[in-house]
C-alpha cells in the first residue's frame, strides 16, 4: 500500500506540537527528550500508563535508575549506532513498559530521542518509517535549542570562573550574577576536581555533559573544563538528617569514574573535593582544597590510595602550609639530616629503618620482618639512630615529628 502524505513534512513551532502529532499519527504516548535524557515535551497518556513515563514527566528527566537499566541492556549504546527505530522490550523492576524509539541526529552527533511508549497494539514498519520522518522533522528544533542552551553555558561558566578566581567577593555581587544567569546556588556546596589523562577534547566534553546531566544523587550547578581537569561545583540533592550527618562526595567521585568507563571507555583517572561550605566567597578555597588532595596523592599514592575528599587527608591536610613554593619544607629536621649524611658516606639505611619503624608504630617484631633482619639487628640499628641523630625513640613528641618531617622529604623529592 502506498504510503501516504508525509504528515510531518511542514515547519513546528514547538516541540509540544511535534510531540502531539506524532500521538495522534502513531496513536501511542510520546516523549522527547534531549542527548542527555532531560524531557523536552510530551503528549497525554492514558491513566494505565507505567511507572517510568510518571517519574520522568514529574521529575522533567528520565530517572536515573531508568537511565542505568537501558544501558545495562544495551539500550542506548543501539541508539547512538542506528539510525532507524529501536524496539525496547519492558524492564519491569525500574518500572519501563514496552518502547519504541529513535535518536535525533545531525550527522554522527546524537540531538535527542523520541520515545513511543506501545500501549495497545505494538507499531509496524509503516508506523516505523513515520517515526523516522518525525526524528528529521525535529532536528531543526534541536539545533535551536542546542544553539540557545551553548550560550546560557557561556554566561554560567563565566560566572564559575569568577568564583574559582576570587574575583566575586560579595555575596550580594554573587546573588545578582547568579539571578542574571537563571541560577540557583544551594545553601552548601563543594567543589569537586577530576583529573584525565588526555586533555578533555569537544568529544569528550559531549560524554562528560552527558554525565554530569544524567546523574541525579548530586545536583551539578556548574562545570568548566580547564585543560586535563573537569571541575564540578555540587550540592546535595536531599538534606542532612540525624542520622546521615555527613555526605560523602568519595562515592559520587567513584561512581562517576565507573559509569564512564563502563559507558564510554574513557575515565578520569582520579577525582577530589574540597571541604563543604555556605559562603560563596570562598569558592576558591573550595577549589584549592580539591587539588592539594590530588596533589599530595601523586607524592602518597599508598597512604592516600583510597582518599578523595579534603577531610579524608588527616594529617597531609597540613603539608601545603608546612613546604616552600619549591616543595621543599619549611623546617628541615637536623637528626635527619645527621642520618641521612651517615647513610650516604658509609652506605648504610639508617634513614630507611627508622621510617619503617616509626610506620610500623614502633614495633620491634614488625619493623624486623619488614625489613628482613633479626631484631638484634634492628636493636643495634635503633640505638646508632638515637647517638648519631640525637634522638630519642621513647618520646612521643620526637616520634611525631619525625614521622612527619620524613613525609615531607618525600614530598619534596
Not at 84 to 108: F, T
Not at 134 to 148: E, G, N, R, T, V
Not at 241 to 270: C, L, N, Y
Amino acid at each position: 500500500m502506498p504510503m501516504e502524505k508525509d504528515p510531518f513534512d511542514r515547519h513546528f513551532d514547538s516541540f509540544t506540537s511535534l510531540a502531539d502529532l506524532i500521538c495522534e499519527t502513531l496513536h501511542c504516548p510520546i516523549t522527547i527528550e534531549n542527548a542527555n535524557h532531560q524531557l523536552i515535551a510530551y503528549s497525554s497518556h492514558s491513566p494505565q500508563t507505567d511507572q517510568a513515563r510518571i517519574a520522568t514527566i514529574v521529575g522533567r528527566r528520565v530517572p536515573e535508575q531508568v537511565i542505568s537499566a537501558l544501558w545495562r541492556n544495551g539500550v542506548i549504546q543501539k541508539l547512538m549506532e542506528c539510525e532507524d527505530p529501536v524496539r525496547i522490550e519492558a524492564v519491569h523492576d525500574v518500572g519501563l513498559g514496552d518502547r519504541i524509539a529513535i535518536a535525533i541526529r545531525k550527522h554522527n552527533e546524537i540531538l535527542g530521542y523520541i520515545w513511543a511508549m506501545e500501549e495497545n497494539e505494538r507499531l509496524g514498519s509503516q508506523e516505523f518509517a513515520l517515526l523516522k520522518r518525525a526524528a528529521q522533522a525535529s532536528k531543526h528544533l534541536m539545533l535551536q535549542l542546542q544553539i540557545q542552551k551553548r550560550k546560557e553555558e557561556e554566561g554560567q561558566q563565566n560566572l564559575f570562573w569568577q568564583l574559582l578566581t576570587g574575583h566575586l567577593k560579595s555575596p550580594g555581587a554573587i546573588k545578582e550574577q547568579a539571578k542574571l544567569f537563571n541560577i540557583s546556588l544551594p545553601s552548601s556546596f563543594q567543589v569537586i576536581v577530576f583529573q584525565f589523562e588526555q586533555e578533555i577534547t569537544d568529544s569528550l566534553f559531549q560524554r562528560i555533559q552527558y554525565m554530569i546531566t544524567t546523574t541525579q544523587s548530586v545536583k551539578i550547578v556548574l562545570h568548566v573544563v580547564d585543560g586535563f581537569q573537569l571541575i564540578l561545583l555540587t550540592s546535595w540533592r536531599f538534606s542532612r538528617t540525624a542520622a546521615e550527618p555527613h555526605h560523602s562526595s568519595s562515592g559520587f567521585i567513584r561512581d562517576f569514574m565507573e559509569q564512564m568507563k563502563e559507558r564510554f571507555g574513557i575515565a578520569p583517572v582520579d577525582g577530589a573535593s574540597g571541604n563543604e561550605f555556605d559562603d560563596y566567597t570562598v569558592v576558591e578555597r573550595a577549589w584549592k582544597e580539591a587539588l592539594s588532595v590530588l596533589e599530595l596523592k601523586k607524592h602518597f599514592p599508598a597512604a592516600l590510595q583510597d582518599a578523595h575528599q579534603h577531610r579524608e587527608l588527616g594529617f597531609y591536610r597540613y603539608f601545603p602550609m608546612m613546604t616552600q613554593s619549591d616543595g621543599t619544607p619549611l623546617y628541615e629536621n637536623s637528626g635527619l639530616r645527621k642520618l641521612r649524611g651517615y647513610d650516604t658516606e658509609h652506605n648504610s639505611c639508617l634513614l630507611e629503618t627508622l621510617d619503617v619503624f616509626l610506620n610500623h608504630d614502633s614495633s620491634l617484631k614488625d619493623t624486623a620482618d619488614a625489613l628482613h633482619i633479626h631484631i638484634n639487628t634492628l636493636n643495634y640499628r635503633l640505638k646508632r639512630i638515637t647517638e648519631i641523630g640525637g634522638i630519642d625513640l621513647k618520646n612521643m613528641d620526637h616520634k611525631v615529628s619525625l614521622y612527619l618531617d620524613l613525609r615531607l622529604m618525600k614530598l619534596s623529592k
